[in-house]
């Protein structure tokens, strides 16, 4: 199917709901690949652009594809400079306490998806289930 990109209306009526909104970079840009004032100008302009369009500040930060290489220190550092206070990757998992906010794990959740699976992926019992699975296996 057509790959297409929220409008800021929609993006609007998903904060007005109580949705958190954060930036991205302004082309879809891999943060790493990256280098000097091009990183800064697709970080900083992606944030202005969300804090323009909500007349607010935005500061959470989504990794584009967010895959392990596709975020470092060094594009955590970044963030930091810039006042992004928390960033999503797109590593599947929980987050505890004392996890680094720039670096988050999310839980896949999709159409399908029934809320007692919801309930087990966020209780962590499913990733419990999952290991004994993997070491119960020959």
Known sequence: GDYRFMTWEQVRTLRDAGMTVGSHTLTHAIVTRLHGDLRVWEVLGAKRA???ALNEPCPAFAYPNGRVGDFSEGTS???RWLD???ALTTVQGLN????ALLTLKRMGVGDATTV???EAQMSGFMAWALGLLARLRP
């Open 50 to 52: 969300c804090e323009a």
């Open 77 to 79: 550092s970044l963030l």
């Open 84 to 86: 992004i206070s928390c």
């Open 96 to 99: 505890t306490p004392g996890d």
């Open 116 to 118: 007692a699976e919801l």
